[in-house]
């Protein structure tokens, strides 16, 4: 059975940090790309970053890129996501999620496996 659980959320204040982290079983974690999706209320889910298997490549969306680091830990089978800067607009749930085939792709249709979720809310 394959399991993402994601953690790290909560509320932070704008220009604060998180590290969010996901951990992932019942897969071959260093074979899979690994992507962070966020949804906010109301809106459709967005691509926010990806990561090949080996942590050698990634991608940002333009909202992000500068401010979010998407990186993995094989050993751990855990993919993380730090945070910096955070912006009120950046308040959402978050979700991990695990493409076999590696493809990087900012369409979450394109990835088999997903968490739970973990949500970030950024507020004075």
């Known amino acids: 059975q394959v399991q993402l659980v994601e953690s790290g959320g909560g509320l932070v204040q704008p220009g604060g940090s998180l590290r969010l982290s996901c951990a992932c079983s019942?897969?071959?974690?260093?074979?899979?790309?690994m992507g962070w999706f966020r949804q906010a209320p109301g809106k459709e889910r967005e691509f926010v970053a990806a990561?090949?298997?080996?942590?050698?490549?990634?991608v940002y969306a333009d909202s992000v890129k500068g401010r979010f680091t998407i990186s993995r830990d094989n050993a751990k089978n855990t993919v993380y996501l730090q945070i910096d800067m955070l912006k009120s607009e950046d308040t959402a749930v978050y979700y991990c999620?695990?493409?076999?085939?590696?493809?990087?792709?900012?369409?979450?249709?394109?990835?088999?496996?997903w968490g739970q979720g973990t949500q970030v809310t950024v507020s004075s």
């Open positions: 019942g897969l071959t974690f260093s074979i899979y790309a």
């Open positions: 999620a695990a493409d076999r085939l590696g493809r990087l792709s900012r369409s979450p249709n394109e990835y088999e496996y």
């Open positions: 990561i090949n298997w080996s942590g050698s490549y990634t």
